[in-house]
Antibody, heavy 120, light 106 residues
Framework: QLQLQESGPGLVKPSETLSLTCTVSGGSVSRNSYYWGWMRQPPGKGLEWIGHISYGGSTYYNPSLKSRATVFVDTAKNQFSLRLSPVTAADTAVYYC????????????WGQGTLVTVSS | EIVLTQSPATLSLSPGERATLSCRASQSVSSYLAWYQQKPGQAPRLLIYDASNRATGIPARFSGSGSGTDFTLTISSLEPEDFAVYYCQQRSNSITFGQGTRLEIK
């Protein structure tokens, strides 16, 4: 059974870089049928798509993030990662990694999520 | 950007009742619509994908319908564990989510 697990710092200073990694177990990031992506949810608010990447390296990002986000994959470690820079308090959220099917809306599974707080 | 509008914002029902949740898109998303359930402190759980397909392990009391701009999630007979927040999400043009419907116990 495929499982995803986020990891990374829980506290980031304003203007610095948020870096998170998603470790994939029970499956491979090298499968061509899927994208690997990131979503986030500010405390008490709704869900927002950040971006996703294919095994071949094609990337897609939410335009609202204005090029601050980068998603990349490490096939050797069976992981994919998110970098968001520079951050502000508005980037405080629970960040989720998720597998996206290439065609359609079958986005599953999701990681359990990790809270990142942006504060000095 | 395609805007998804969910209604109602809050739905108050009793166990055993039927729940009908709506999601309307600002332009056609064909059948590229999914529904999620989220409980406090948990990740969203995929219920329905491509408008009407139940995800793996989802009970038959959950069903999805619609295409184009109007979609419905129906829970035929509410169980105590169904009270949660529900989100719709489209993937026709970029990826966006609705603002959520809170299903609470009456």
């Amino acid at each position: 059974q495929l499982q995803l697990q986020e990891s990374g710092p829980g506290l980031v200073k304003p203007s610095e870089t948020l870096s998170l990694t998603c470790t994939v177990s029970g499956g491979s990031v090298s499968r061509n049928s899927y994208y690997w992506g990131w979503m986030r949810q500010p405390p008490g608010k709704g869900l927002e798509w950040i971006g996703h990447i294919s095994y071949g390296g094609s990337t897609y990002y939410n335009p609202s993030l204005k090029s601050r986000a980068t998603v990349f994959v490490d096939t050797a470690k069976n992981q994919f990662s998110l970098r968001l820079s520079p951050v502000t308090a508005a980037d405080t959220a629970v960040y989720y990694c998720v597998r996206l099917i290439m065609t359609g809306t079958n986005f599953d599974p999701w990681g359990q999520g990790t809270l990142v707080t942006v504060s000095s | 950007e395609i805007v998804l509008t969910q209604s109602p914002a809050t739905l108050s029902l009793s166990p055993g009742e039927r729940a009908t949740l709506s999601c309307r898109a600002s332009q056609s998303v064909s059948s590229y619509l999914a529904w999620y359930q989220q409980k406090p402190g948990q990740a969203p759980r995929l219920l329905i994908y491509d408008a009407s397909n139940r995800a793996t392990g989802i009970p038959a009391r959950f069903s999805g319908s619609g295409s184009g701009t109007d979609f419905t999630l129906t829970i035929s007979s509410l169980e105590p564990e169904d009270f949660a927040v529900y989100y719709c999400q489209q993937r026709s043009n970029s990826i966006t989510f609705g603002q959520g419907t809170r299903l609470e116990i009456k």
